[in-house]
């Protein structure tokens, strides 16, 4: 009770999220995470890991906005969401550069044993910087702004990629289906 | 074949906010529209705008198409559900040890924080004007005491 009363005495009231509401978050994008890592190493065990070390190298260098995260100020709910936004974006951009470094790592001997490169073959034969442009827009359904934040491309540059990548997509599937 | 080209540059240049139609200026917005990013008041106007407007109703049909095409074409790769649950198990198991370190880490900032908070009521308490105090209020009581 005596140091209860000191702790509040000393940092205000403190509201500390809860380990599973914490979790949850992680769970929640988790499966996001791997399709887009998915993107860059097209074989499940590999996009896995790329999500795993994504997750354990943002929690190491963002110490400072998870411990923000796992305790909450109760004036600060507006920052939690704006935490959680800032995290999301954190993860995204690790997922891009260690499933860019992964794919220059296999270059391209992953095997295709899920069949998704030959399913999805016009987008795997995209380059790298066209494929993250349009699955983060019209796959997970990410705005300009948080694309260009992700990729750490201006928000022209990645209208330009995006824009030119729908016409490749739909010009491939013209031609084969003929329209 | 110019319908083609026309087709194509509606959805090469619109994201780039590029005039593409020479017929109406609204035409521009039709992919925007489409992939939610414009704003909640531009979205309303082509709203009202798409219901008497042949021409943009047109663009509407032709770039949903053009949609669906890209989103057939880029992959989603999901998880079967045993190997879902393996993965989300690891990223749960995962998220647990940094909740609990960045727990440990506040546990060790609260208890920094407490001694200091101790040690600044310390020094306040026996701070040279607080101890004039007290010999002050004593040499009263003594005074009372014996007289
Ligand atoms: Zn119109």
């Known amino acids: 009770m005596k140091g209860y ?4 005495l000393i940092k205000g ?4 999220v809860k380990e599973s509401d914490f979790v949850s978050f992680f769970k929640k994008y988790s499966l996001d995470l791997f399709s887009f890592s998915y993107i860059y190493v097209p074989d499940q065990l590999q996009a896995e890991q790329v999500v795993v070390d994504s997750i354990l190298a943002v929690s190491l260098k963002e110490k400072e906005l998870i411990d923000k995260l796992v305790k909450i100020p109760s004036t600060g709910f507006n920052d939690a969401k704006r935490l959680n936004g800032k995290l999301q974006i954190l993860l995204y951009s690790k997922v891009a550069s260690l499933g860019k470094t992964r794919s220059q790592q296999l270059n391209g001997s992953v095997s295709d044993q899920s069949g998704m490169k030959s399913k999805y073959s016009d987008f795997y034969s995209l380059g790298l910087d066209r494929r993250e442009v349009i699955f983060l827009k019209d796959s997970a359904g990410k705005s300009i702004e948080d694309i260009s934040k992700i990729l750490g491309k201006s928000e022209y540059e990645v209208m330009a990629i995006l824009a030119g ?6 010009n491939a599937s013209s031609h084969l289906q003929g329209f | 074949m110019s319908c083609s080209l026309q087709r194509d540059s509606l959805f090469g240049v619109t994201p780039l906010g590029l005039e593409n139609s020479e017929s109406c200026e609204k035409a521009q917005f039709i992919v925007g529209y489409l992939d939610a990013s414009l704003s909640p008041k531009k979205l ?5 705008h798409l219901k008497g407007c042949d021409i943009c109703y047109g663009q509407m049909l032709d770039s949903t198409k053009k949609f669906n095409t890209i989103k057939r074409s880029v992959p989603h790769c999901k998880l079967k559900k045993t190997e879902r649950d393996h993965f989300l198990e690891e990223v749960s198991l995962l998220s647990k040890q940094i909740y609990d370190k960045s727990k440990g880490n506040q546990n060790l900032v609260i208890k920094k924080q407490k001694i200091e908070f101790f040690k600044k009521m310390m020094s306040f308490l026996f701070s040279r004007e607080l101890v004039l105090l007290y010999i002050f209020l004593g040499m009263v009581v003594s005074i009372e005491f014996w007289f």
């Open chain 1, 13 to 16: 009231i403190i509201i500390t």
């Open chain 2, 44 to 48: 309303t106007e082509i709203d009202e």
């Open chain 1, 5 to 8: 009363c000191l702790n509040r």
């Open chain 1, 165 to 170: 990548t729908r016409d490749t997509l739909v």
